[in-house]
C-alpha cells in the first residue's frame, strides 16, 4: 500500500515541522480553496504556522470560507519546513507564484485525487478514489489524529460538496456520504455551504447562463454552447468564472459529453469537458495540453474560437467509448 | 408522542390489510412517485396486493423507477383493506381518482412530511421534521420492521433525493444523511439516481430555461421569471414540467425569495414560490389557494399570466420576515 507508507510519511513530515507553506491550484475552485483553508486549520490547530498562496484571486462564491482573508498571492521569502501543493495534478497548476527551486531541504508534499497526478513531490498522497482532495485531508485528520474544527470542517466539506457538485457524481461512495455525515458532526453546515459555495449565481451569471442556454447545440451526443465575451458584456457579468455551466450541460439525456467554450480577454479559449462514464475526456485533454479525471477535464488553447470548437469537437468524435 | 402512536397503529393496520390501494399527489414529483412506489415495494416484499393511482402521468424524469409502470390513472372498484395517501396535504391534491366515499371500512392513512398537512385521514402519520415523506417511510420500514430492497431503497432515494434537491435544503440534517447512507447500502446507486430523476433535462427544456433565464428581473429582493406557451412551443418543450427553474433561481445572493410563472393551456398560471429561511412563503401559497412548505410552495391562478404576475408580487411584498 504506497500511499498508506505516503500518508504516515508525509503526518511525521508535518508533526515535525513549524513552518508550513502551502499551495493550490490556479484557477481555484471549492476543492482547492476548501482544501487548502481545511488543511490550514488542522496545522494552525496543532500550533504550526501556515502561509496559504495562490496566484490567482479566491472566487467570490468561495470568499464566505473561514480564513479566506489569509490566502495570499504571492509568499514572502522565507524558511520553510515543509511545502504542500493540494489539488493540483502537476507544478504548472500552482501557478507562478511557486518556486520549487526556492525551498531547499524543505520537503515538497503533494496531496491531491486526480488520476492524471503527476507525482512531482518528494512525497506524494494520491488517492483517485477519493470525490475530491477535502476527502483526503479528512484521511489524513484521523491517521494522525487531529481533531477537525468547525471551521475545518466547514471548508473541507465546502471541497467535497463542490468537487461532486451536491454528491451528484459517480465517484460518491457510501464512504463519501459517510466523510460528509462526519464533517456535519464537527459542526459544518451543509445547506449554507452548499448555497453559498456551489449554487451562488448572481444575477449576471444566470443571464449569461440564459444567452448561453438559449445556443446550445447538440451533434452525434456531444452538446456544446459557447461563452464569448460579447456575452460577457451583454449581461455584466464581469466575474471569469462560469458557475458550472458544463456539468449542467451533460444533464441533457441527448448528449454522453459536454463542453464549454469559453473566450477569454487575452484570446484564449478555456475548453471544459465532461463526460458520463463509459467516455473518457482526460486523455484528450491532456493531449491538447490540459488534464482533469475521466469525467472531468479541461484546456486552454489560444483562439479563435470558432478553430477552438472544431479543433475540440473532432477530437472527441475520436475518442471511443471505453468500458464501464 | 402522537407520531409514535400514528405509527404503531399505522404498522399494525398494514400488517392486517391484504389489498392496500394507494395514492399520491397530482402533478407528481420525485418525492411522490418514489413513495409512492418504494411503499408498493415494502409492502409487495410482505405478500400485500397494492393498487398504486395517481390520476397525473409519471413524468419522463421518474419512469425508470422500478415498478413506474404499475401507477395507474384510476383504480378499478373492489373491495380494499387500507387506502393510503402519501406526500398530499389535502384530499384535492390526489385528484379525481381519489374517491373517499366509496371505501367503505378501509381506513384512510395519510403519511406525509408537509406541516400544511389537513390530517384528512383517519390515521394520519405528518412528520414536518423529514425532509421527504421518503424519509418517513424509512422509519415506517424500520419501526415495522421490514427490509427494504434495492428497488424500494432505489424509489426512496429517489424521493430523498429530488425533495432534497441533492441533499440541498436547510432541512438536510446529518440524519437526512444517514438515510441516504442506509438506502444506499440497501443497494441505491445515488449517482444514477441523481443523474436520472433531478439533473435530467431534455434539450427542450434546457432551451427554455436559456429564454426563461434570459428575461429575469430582480426587484426587491424578490427574483422572477416567466415561463409563457409561446415560449414552450419556440423550443418545443412538451413536457410541462420546468425542471426546477424557481430552486435556480434563488441561486442568485441578490434574492430571498423566487417565483417562476408558468402559463398552461388551460389558461391558469402555475405560480411555484420558494424563499430562503425567514421568509415563509407557505401562508401567501395557501391564501392564494395552494399550499406547501414554508420555504416551497405553489398555487394555481386564472390568468391572464400579467395580472397573475401583478398579484402575486403585490403578495410577495407584504410577508414579514419571519424569525430564524
Not at 13 to 21: C, E, I, Y
Amino acid at each position: 500500500m504506497q500511499s498508506t507508507t505516503a500518508l504516515s510519511e508525509i503526518i511525521r513530515l508535518l508533526q515535525g515541522s513549524q513552518h508550513v507553506l502551502m499551495f493550490t491550484h490556479i484557477s481555484p475552485d471549492g476543492d482547492a480553496i476548501g482544501s487548502l483553508l481545511g488543511l490550514g486549520w488542522l496545522l494552525q490547530g496543532q500550533g504550526k504556522a501556515t502561509t496559504l498562496v495562490d496566484a490567482d484571486p479566491v472566487p467570490a462564491e468561495l470568499r464566505h470560507l473561514p480564513g479566506a482573508g489569509q490566502i495570499i498571492a504571492e509568499p514572502p521569502r522565507a524558511r520553510w519546513d515543509a511545502v504542500v501543493a493540494l489539488d493540483a495534478s502537476d507544478a504548472q497548476r500552482l501557478g507562478p507564484s511557486f518556486h520549487p527551486t526556492e525551498y531547499g531541504d524543505a520537503p515538497i508534499i503533494v496531496i491531491d485525487h486526480h488520476i492524471t497526478n503527476q507525482r512531482f513531490g518528494a512525497f506524494n498522497l494520491i488517492e483517485p478514489a477519493a470525490a475530491a482532495t477535502a476527502q483526503v485531508l479528512v484521511q489524513l485528520a484521523d491517521a494522525w489524529p487531529v481533531p477537525i474544527t468547525q471551521p475545518a470542517a466547514t471548508c473541507l466539506l465546502a471541497g467535497l460538496v463542490t468537487d461532486t457538485r451536491g454528491f451528484r457524481t459517480s465517484n460518491v461512495t457510501i464512504e463519501v456520504m459517510a466523510t460528509a455525515m462526519r464533517l456535519m458532526e464537527d459542526g459544518a453546515n451543509l445547506a449554507e455551504i452548499a448555497e453559498r459555495s456551489l449554487d451562488y449565481k448572481p444575477l449576471g451569471l444566470m443571464r449569461l447562463w440564459g444567452l448561453a442556454l438559449a445556443g446550445v447545440q447538440v451533434d452525434g451526443r456531444i452538446i456544446w454552447t459557447q461563452i464569448t465575451q460579447a456575452m460577457r458584456d451583454q449581461v455584466q457579468a464581469l466575474n471569469g468564472n462560469d458557475g458550472g455551466l458544463v456539468s449542467f450541460l451533460l444533464n441533457a439525456p441527448e448528449a454522453n459529453v459536454a463542453v464549454v467554450f469559453s473566450e477569454k480577454r487575452d484570446g484564449r479559449v478555456e475548453v471544459s469537458l465532461r463526460s458520463r462514464p463509459g467516455f473518457d475526456v482526460s486523455g484528450l485533454a491532456l493531449d491538447l495540453g490540459g488534464g482533469g479525471h475521466p469525467q472531468a477535464a479541461g484546456c486552454s488553447i489560444t483562439g479563435p474560437l470558432a478553430d477552438v470548437e472544431a479543433r475540440v469537437l473532432a477530437a472527441i468524435r475520436g475518442v471511443k467509448r471505453t468500458e464501464g
